[in-house]
């Protein structure tokens, strides 16, 4: 494995430790397959191939990489102000990461101020440059999602005085999809960003931006089906970003097309690797994971748990920070081995690890108290609520809303299994169905595939238990609106409706998994030799 450099790469949640390496052997821009961007600039027209090659790797979220194009360019040109506008924005990053660290906006502003000493021969890339500052100044006295909204302002002014400039375009579509609030379950953001780069894709269907912009606006679950051409066009565009081949992934996820998501990422994984760039290869290690375990692929599973261990055991003790251990997909991914398959007494005896922020270390703790409370540790449970309870207190210090409220989902839910496991059922279920509406209130983070166990599916389970099928069928089958062929809610679907006598919806469940599960270990898990034997009789 590659030495670990820097992995913030703009996303907060997936910031790991490193020693600074940069990414290994680069293809040049002329063999880099990247999609087709131009960006006209005042600058020397010697650096236009560097600047457009730039800007490609920032459209498919390449920040490190597109950081040093652009450096490259200011190399050759050093009045080329607008590269630092490139700089300012890939310093931002993923639009979607959640609240930004201060060195970010330390990074960015500095980025900012050199783009305005320098100056912009046109008054088009003093715009630009202008819109982007909003998003760094006055942070100390603007929260993050003000200078967003400001920013989005400032890029629709931009579009309406250069409409011709498909650059503009592009990204104000992306500003709108970046403002989207987790709780509009109308989608207006997301539908007005698509509606853009619909048309956009008419006319530019090889820019990288557009279409991998289109799959971020269709990340939702009921939109999730339109994503799919793009989805399917994204990784073949632009092969030589690790980025844009993970990417369809979040729309593989969303239909549940496990093998599509797996075969995607482990092209991601392998081209991330080779570059150098463990941020992105962990990232879809995660969601690889999450596939894998849902076709019952636990031998599959098991050795990209391995992967994560050697990459953590190779670490640099000298690394600053939390480390690798402490990152999203490194915490995420063994949760989810132990989670996903049911095994409690490993998922009660994972190792907490530091964190560089409180919902990466909570994501153990919830799945350390499901499984102590599944395996009849009531103290243990008490313990995992009571850290969780700190983590969520620590997101509202933070200020972070988002992750406050994906803390609470978990500790809410925590708490309900606490309930379970001494002996107060109804309490459980009341406590366990207000952590399911709060789940319905917000969407899943573009740093994870999915939340460990959807309150709903859990809902079901503790229904299951006490006996009432139908009522727990119901839970299943909201679940799996949302999300599509999970095992364990196809699974309890099944096994409710056989409970509740109603034989055919049990057999046409039992049938989706197996489906789901063609290629499945054999003998992986007791509840496929359960589904077929149903469905043999």
């Known amino acids: ?157 931009l579009h309406g005085q250069y409409p011709a400039d498909l650059e503009a375009t592009v990204f104000y579509a992306l500003a709108i999809d970046q403002t989207a609030l987790p709780t509009d379950k109308t989608y207006a953001n997301q539908l007005k960003a698509a509606a853009i780069l619909e048309e956009l894709f008419k006319v530019e269907p090889d820019h990288p931006g557009v279409t ?17 051409p793009y989805a399917r066009r994204y990784a073949d565009l632009a092969p030589d970003a690790p980025h844009a081949l993970h990417m369809p992934a979040h729309t593989f996820t969303r239909v549940g097309s496990w093998q599509e998501s797996i075969d995607t990422n482990i092209r991601s994984h392998d081209a991330a690797m080779v570059r150098g760039d463990s941020g992105e290869g962990l990232h879809a290690m995660d969601y690889m994971t999450y596939a894998y375990l849902q076709t019952a692929q636990d031998i599959a599973a098991k050795r990209v748990v391995d992967e994560l261990a050697q990459l ?45 922020q409180p919902y990466m270390e909570a994501m153990t703790h919830f799945a350390r108290a499901l499984g102590a409370a599944r395996s009849g540790h009531v103290d243990a449970v008490k313990a995992e609520v009571d850290r969780l309870t ?8 933070a200020k972070d809303a988002y992750w406050t409220t994906q803390v609470d989902i978990q500790r809410q839910g925590a708490t309900a299994w606490l309930l379970w496991a001494q002996g107060r059922k109804a309490e459980a279920l009341k406590s366990m169905e207000v952590a ?87 003998s992986a898990r007791p509840e496929l030799d359960h589904a077929r034997t149903f469905v043999g009789k």
């Open 312 to 356: 953590i055991a190779k670490q640099p003790t000298s690394t600053a920070g939390p480390g690798l251990a402490g990152g999203f997909p490194a915490t995420a991914i063994p949760a989810r081995y132990a989670l996903e398959r049911g095994q409690w007494v490993e998922a009660a005896s994972l190792s907490v690890h530091p964190t560089a």
């Open 212 to 228: 991998h912009y289109l799959i971020h606006s269709y990340d939702v679950p009921p939109l999730a089906p339109r994503g799919l």
């Open 436 to 522: 399911a509406a709060l789940e319905d209130t917000t969407e899943k983070s573009a740093v994870t595939p999915g939340p460990l166990a959807p309150a709903h599916e859990l809902l079901g389970d503790m229904l299951l238990e006490v006996k009432q099928p139908a009522r727990a069928l119901k839970e299943y089958e909201f679940s799996l609106k949302k999300e599509p062929n999970r095992f364990r809610s196809v699974y309890g679907a099944g096994h409710a409706a056989e409970m509740a006598g109603a034989k055919q919806t049990a057999h046409t469940y039992y049938a989706q998994l197996l489906k789901i599960c063609e290629r499945a270990d054999a």
């Open 1 to 157: 494995m590659k030495t670990l450099r820097l992995l913030l790469a703009g996303i907060t949640a997936l910031t790991l430790a490193s020693n600074g390496s940069a990414i290994s052997q680069p293809l040049s821009p002329a063999d880099e397959k990247l999609g087709k961007v131009h960006f006209a600039t005042s600058c020397a027209a010697g650096v236009a191939q560097e600047f457009d090659h730039a800007m490609a790797l920032l459209h498919s979220f390449e920040f490190p990489a597109a950081i040093t194009g652009f450096q490259t360019v200011l190399r050759a040109d050093p009045t080329c102000g607008i590269a630092e506008w490139g700089i300012a924005m890939s310093t931002w990053g993923n639009p979607f990461g959640g609240l930004r660290a201060p060195r970010v906006v330390q990074d960015g502003l500095a980025a900012v101020g050199r783009a305005q000493s320098i100056g912009a021969k046109t008054e088009r890339e003093r715009a630009y440059i202008s819109a982007v500052a909003l998003l760094y100044t006055d942070a100390d006295t603007q929260d993050q999602r003000a200078r967003t909204l400001a920013y989005e302002r400032a890029m629709e002014k």
């Open 390 to 397: 700190a983590l969520r207190d620590a997101e509202i210090q």
